[in-house]
């Protein structure tokens, strides 16, 4: 009997949490539009809600690889690329056929979103048999493989179909009037602008609604078992290489949505290496690390903050990284250090005091 009455009040608070979670991405967006229509914010601001959603987006999918599963993966910003791409050329060949904006680009997610599945389950067999650091070095050659044969790629279509070639566009032999849709390193161009703030957040509230259920399903607990403990899980009858692969497809799906929602936000989508490269995944990972491994809330709020921190400072000039950095140093040794998770423990039991005296 108590452990029904345990168990009830578990699962209470687990969906106490998770409503609290969905509420804060709402009560932001109610604000943020509230502010946009009273002209509050400035352009330079607007212009980062979509990234910032994105941002949101790539993180919580990250905590799910490196917080859940507990595998240390620098490739993120590889799957990113494929779901960009693939879903920026459906849209260039769509656009006619196509030509409702709403169709289209849900077409699109949904193509950017299976492509980085795809790609995420071809790594994923042979590289999760990896661990710890070796894991890291593959993955992030894999993302690296990604950004520099994008940018060798050069691909048209006309009346005969698509050409590709590896050389130039010239090469391709297109007709006159033939169109060149990726040009190499200088990417896609003429990508429809379909993203939106309204649909970044929708897409933030889906992914949460994938991971959360995910974490607290028994899938969930198979993952976080293996990751607290391979042996024992294998001895217990789980299937290992089946939930690890599963939770990293997972991620790499949601962050091929990701790399949809950030190409349908520009009208130039080049494979550059501040986009794809080795310096976006670190950014991914340090927005999960400091809003804390396995926490999903954290890993949200961290992205938005550390997002807009250095067009806050912008008006520093010269000092704006300088204090970007001591302010992230400062916030990973609150997290991070004995003393820190102390002061954090005592706040939090000051809190649950207050309300156990208001109860």
Do not use: W
Not at 157 to 179: M, P, V, W
Not at 180 to 200: E, H, Y
Not at 284 to 308: D, E, K, P, Y
């Amino acid at each position: 009997m108590n452990g029904m009455k345990t168990k009830t009040h578990n699962l209470s608070r687990t969906t106490k949490s998770n409503i609290i979670t969905y509420g804060i991405v709402v009560a932001a967006y109610i604000i943020v539009e509230i502010f946009l229509r009273a002209g509050m914010v400035s352009s330079l601001l607007e212009g980062l809600l979509v990234p910032l959603c994105m941002y949101v987006i790539l993180a919580v999918s990250l905590n799910l690889t490196v917080g859940i599963s507990g595998e240390l993966s620098l490739g993120h910003a590889g799957f990113m690329c494929v779901g960009a791409f693939s879903s920026a050329f459906f849209s260039r060949c769509m656009e006619e056929m196509i030509p409702a904006a709403g169709i289209r680009f849900t077409l699109a997610i949904l193509i950017g979103t299976v492509f980085a599945a795809l790609f995420g389950i071809l790594i994923g067999v042979p590289v999760l048999r990896l661990k710890g650091d070796y894991l890291a070095i593959v993955t992030l050659a894999f993302g690296e493989i990604i950004k520099n044969v994008v940018n060798v790629i050069y691909l048209g279509r006309d009346s005969r179909g698509f050409h590709i070639s590896t050389k130039d566009s010239i090469s391709l032999g297109l007709e006159q009037g033939g169109d060149v849709i990726i040009k190499g390193p200088q990417g896609i161009t003429g990508t429809p602008n379909d993203s939106t703030f309204l649909i970044g957040v929708v897409l933030i509230l889906i992914t949460l609604f994938i991971v959360i259920n995910l974490i607290n399903s028994r899938t969930g607990r198979a993952i976080m078992a293996i990751r607290d403990n391979r042996i024992a899980a294998e001895s217990i009858g789980i299937n290992v290489t089946k939930y690890k692969l599963l939770a990293f497809s997972v991620s790499a799906a949601l962050a091929g949505t990701a790399g949809v929602l950030y190409a349908h936000n520009l009208s130039t989508l080049q494979a550059q290496p501040k986009n794809f490269g080795y310096n976006m995944s670190i950014t991914i990972l340090v927005f999960v690390v400091l809003g804390g491994i396995g926490n999903i809330r954290g890993s949200m709020i961290a992205a938005v903050v550390l997002t807009l921190l250095p067009e806050l400072l912008r008006g520093l000039n010269d000092y704006r990284m300088l204090i970007y950095a001591v302010i992230l140093i400062a916030t990973m040794i609150f997290t991070s250090s004995p003393g820190g998770q102390e002061i954090q423990e005592r706040i939090k039991l000051f809190f649950e005091r207050k309300k156990t005296k208001e109860a």
